[in-house]
């Protein structure tokens, strides 16, 4: 069975997709068929990669290095060689793993949140084709399948985000998640293309074995490998919610809860960290690229979570948080471990689509009033919602011994370490302490939800909540004891941990670091002190501190006023520019192609009358073509310059 | 000498007389069922057939290859006729007499257009010509009472033995000048006389004049439209898709294999016409009312296109004209095959009756737009992966114009062809009742439209296969 997985991992994709097309064209009408369906096939799909990280791990650290690959090519010709297939080795491997299971739960939630939705078929339908991008994604040998597969997730996103389409706001948002993230794939594509120009090649093995090299193969500059890397990065900047193109991913929380926990929390948004990941050794070759990565990400968590602080609805504070947890990734990555952005990743997507079929299953018992501020004492009418959301918000602080203990201070170890080294040590030392502040913001404004949500008494008396189904409490305990347990296999006392296994260049114990585990342990628990404090006992009047603050606090509810500044950019430049073409178009180009058009009809109207149906005239036109032809021929001087004119090359 | 090497054409040839004899036996009003019969052997042969992929052998020493050039296109002819006899089985029964006949013709067309591709001689290949042009000639005036049919059997036959002729002519000059008929011989020849003599010359020519009408090129295309519009529409379609593709098949094997060191002559002759194809087939089918007048346009306009490859005179060029031929078989028969099936539904040729047909029959609709839209080159359909290979074997070659000149007219070709999307999609339908097709014209929808869109997604496959035609012709 490990053997088959292994050899076999093109299925993982393939029965969602077959799934997808077996309810979109034929069980459409029977929502419990297509629900059953897509849960078997993605449950399937975990099965076989279940084997297939076993079989991985079994190999030891075999795979690393030697990565199973199986090929097919997909288009072929002189200098350009296209193939697709499948990459197995433990990244990919902990990937198939991770996106598969959190889909198998989300599979199973959302036949208790989508109850009764008028497009319940639908919605497993595009559930099966987000599984079956995401996971051709995650295998992909190569950049092109990977940008393939890139943009199909990016249709389903749109598609899942206004799944509820008749509603305006969430039309809205499906718009500008595609529009926001597209403007980052130009340039991933541009870098994809310039990848394959320069190296003739776009498989990852074999780029990570010229790219080093680059200077042998190519006649780059370390500049030009720079901005090639720059521009590469712009595409994970859009899709993982990086600053300045984050803001898509709190709008895309108007799609249905397990869309949010899905794809914009533990999968999706994280195929931009993948990415870089995937192609660590081409910043890794240039230092600039890679401090750029680093403070990108270091930048973005810090400005998000100062954002997530003061916001009021649970899935809006999710998602910030989210952006600042993958900049937390790309931190890590910019700081040169593999290691320590796939770990966090890992872990990541347990505990936050945890939190975010936690909020669901209280937006279900509020009746889908978002506002924290009507919540309050849910703790009693809502138990196994309260013990594993806290779960949630344990690991998510960083608090001994939740998974994101283990995984957040794995990054703040590298970036530590990064800061010791040779260039730019003073921005990564920086970014340690932006990263281990950003880490006490955390702590405190999860607790700060967690006590609103949870405890004192209920705020609005006219919700009536109760606990959530099975089937939406089922999930929550499954990835609940992920949160726990899943940071222990990169623990320090593993001997071949996760570091083992995904890790790029040589392999290091984890170490141990006393000072950093010590200082961030007392700011995550000082910081939950003083959100118990504020919210919980109440001390002090959020609202007083609300008020003191009038002009800290304003700038981060308005979230910077990012998305204010875009408008007026896109109401004042952009359509001036916009107008501008458009009478270009109308007038000039128009007017070009309208007449050009028109003198086709015009000359084919009269080629026409040529074919008059008459024989003798088409014998004609026969024998005088002949003539004409053999006239030129003969008369044509045979030497090469005046042949050459018609384009011959000798 | 080996028989077996000849399996194909033998198994092809006892399968046009057994129906024949067949047809004889049973019932006049049972006999449309040879269709199937047809189809099924026709099949059967084109299965073996794969079988003699790597053997690149000859026969009668040298007169005759069965190497993988040939296979592949025989396997074209074959794909074709199977293809057409499925999907006519209907319109034969429309058409009310000598079922038997029909398929049988159709039979032997494929088989002259086999030998056609296989032949290695000037007799032999004139041979095969001749047996696929006669029965053509009979299948375009096979439907005896409709006066269009008549006219357009009559027009082929007389332009047909005239271009013939041509053919004929040119080929006697070249045994004239060299001595000999077999085409491996005649480089060698030539090469001994050292320059092109004028004689030469006009054999030439006349060469590409007697090719050129078979495919329709222009100006030896004048017969094209009128007996596309008039043939009965089965036979529209395997004469547009088989007879180009094995005139393509000989015109390829005798110019890069009797005249490689001409080859700068030659390609200026094939430039200046493929220019002139592409131009005036697509001009001229924008303003047609009548769709297989249209499709006749297009047809000589995708003639034009694979050309290109023969331009292109190595293995690349080739490689694309196997692959575009194969590719062009699958669009063509889909188009032809919903033009048939709306013809014998409601007797109509005319465009403007295609008027809402996605709300009559979604299925017709649809095929008839990936087909269009196939040949138009879009994206990810199986022609735009054609034309690439096609174009992109001679943009380094310094062709650049002829590519300029190609693409500007598929866009140009993009107008006529949406235009009958925008009338069956757009507008409304004069008469609602649904278009009945029957089960055969069904599969061969689904088979085109399939094979089109797979073959634009992933066109590896048949890449292959073309490249093993490809190479076996220049070792």
Known sequence: ???????????????????????????????????????????????????????????????????????????????????????????????????????????????????????????????????????????????????????????????????????????????????????????????????????????????????????????????????????????????????????????????????????????????????????????????????????????????AATIAITQTEMKKILAYSTVSQLGYMMLALGAGSLTGGMFHLFTHAFFKSLMFLGAGSVLHAMNNDADIWKYGGLKKKMPITYWTFLIGCLAIAGIFPFAGFFSKDEILLVVKEASHGAQFAGLYTLLFWMATITAALTAFYMFRMFFICFHGEPRDKSFHPHEAPFSMAFPLVVLS???????????????????????????????VDWAIIIVSTILALGSIFLAYWIYGKKAVSHEALAQKFAPLYKISFNKYYIDEIYLWLIHNVLDGLGRALWWFDITVVDGIINGIGNAAKILGSILRRVQTGKLQHYALVLFAGVVILVLIMSFADTSSASLSLLGGVR | MDLSLLTIEIATVLLAI???????????????????????????????????????????????????????????????????????????????????????????????????????????????????????????????????????????????????????????????????????????????????????????????????????????????????EGAPTPVTAFLAVGSKAAAFAALIRVFMIAFPDYSLQWKMLFAALAALTIIIGNLVAIPQTNIKRMLAYSSIAQAGYIMTGVIAANAAGVRGVA???????????????????????????????????????????AVLTVCLLSMAGIPPLAGFAGKFYLFSSIVDQGYLWLVIIGLLMSMASVYYYLSVAKVMYMADPVDDSPIVVPAGAKAVLLITMIVTVFLGVYPQPLSVLANLAANSLFF
Not at chain 1, 240 to 248: A, E, M, T, Y
Request: charged share 10%; net charge neutral; glycine share 10%.
């Open chain 2, 18 to 228: 057994g129906v024949l004899v067949i047809g004889l036996l049973i019932p006049r009003e049972q006999r449309f069922g040879l269709g199937y019969l047809v189809t099924i052997g026709l099949a059967i042969i084109l299965f073996v057939s794969f079988g003699y992929y790597g053997i690149n052998a000859t026969a009668f020493e040298g007169m005759y290859y069965v190497d993988d050039f040939s296979i592949f296109f025989k396997q074209l002819i074959l794909v074709a006729a199977v293809l057409v006899t499925l999907a006519a089985t209907l319109y034969v029964k429309k058409m009310g007499t000598n079922y038997g006949e029909f398929f049988v013709m159709t039979v032997f067309a494929a088989l002259g257009m086999m030998v056609l591709s296989s032949a290695g001689e000037f007799i032999t290949l004139y041979l095969g010509l001749e047996t696929m042009t006669i029965s053509f000639y009979i299948l375009t005036g096979f439907k005896k009472n409709d006066s269009k049919s008549a006219e357009a059997g009559i027009k082929y036959l007389i332009l047909g033995a005239m271009s013939s002729g041509i053919l004929l002519y040119g080929l006697s000059l070249v045994y004239g000048m060299t001595g000999t008929t077999v085409i491996s011989e005649v480089a060698v020849k030539l090469a001994e006389m050292g320059s092109l003599s004028p004689a030469m010359v006009v054999g030439m020519v006349f060469l590409v004049a007697g090719f050129g009408f078979k495919i329709s090129a222009v100006p030896f295309q004048m017969w094209s439209p009128d007996v596309y």
């Open chain 1, 1 to 303: 069975m490990i053997d088959f997985a292994l050899h076999n991992a093109w299925l993982i994709p393939l029965l969602p997709a077959i799934a997808f097309l077996l309810i979109f064209l034929v069980f459409r009408p029977l929502p419990k068929v297509s629900a059953f369906i897509g849960i078997t096939a993605i449950f399937l799909s975990f099965v076989l990669a279940v084997h297939v990280g076993i079989g991985v791990i079994q190999a030891g650290d075999q795979f690393v290095e030697h990565p199973l690959k199986q090929v097919v090519t997909w288009f072929e010709m002189s200098g350009l060689k296209i193939e697709m297939g499948v990459q197995i080795d433990p990244t990919s491997a902990m990937m198939l793993f991770m996106v598969s299971l959190v889909a198998l739960m989300v599979n199973i939630y959302s036949l208790g949140y989508m109850h009764g939705d008028q497009a319940f078929s639908r919605f497993y339908a595009f559930l099966a084709l987000f599984a079956m991008s995401m996971l051709g994604l995650v295998i992909a040998p190569n950049l092109l399948q990977m940008f393939v597969f890139w943009e199909l997730v990016g249709l389903c996103s749109y598609l899942l985000i206004g799944f509820w389409w008749h509603k305006y706001s969430a039309r809205e948002a499906a718009k500008k998640a595609f529009i926001t993230t597209r403007t980052g794939d130009f340039g991933l594509l541009l870098g994809i293309l310039l990848l394959q120009i320069n190296f003739g090649t776009l498989d990852l093995m074999t780029l990570g074995e010229m790219i080093p090299n680059f200077q042998e193969y190519t006649n780059l500059s370390v500049g030009g490998l720079t901005a090639i890397a720059a521009i590469l990065f712009l595409g994970p900047i859009g899709k993982s919610g990086q600053f300045p193109l984050h803001v898509w991913l709190p709008d895309a929380m108007e799609g249905p809860t397990p869309v949010s926990a899905l794809i914009h929390a533990a999968t999706m948004v994280v195929a931009g960290v993948y990415l870089v990941g995937r192609s660590l050794i081409l910043f890794q070759t240039v230092p600039g690229a890679m401090a750029f990565v680093a403070f990108m990400g270091g930048f973005t968590a810090l400005f």
């Open chain 1, 481 to 511: 004891i992920f949160s726990i347990f899943g940071g222990f296999i990169g623990a320090p006392w593993v001997e071949h941990g996760f570091g083992y296994y995904v890790r790029l260049g040589e392999y290091h114990h984890p170490s």
């Open chain 2, 323 to 365: 692959f575009y031929g194969m590719l062009y078989v699958f669009a063509t028969i889909g188009a032809f095959t919903v033009v048939m099936n709306f013809s014998a539904n409601t007797g109509s040729d005319e465009i403007r009756d295609y008027a809402g047909l996605a709300r009559r029959s979604p299925l017709l609709a």
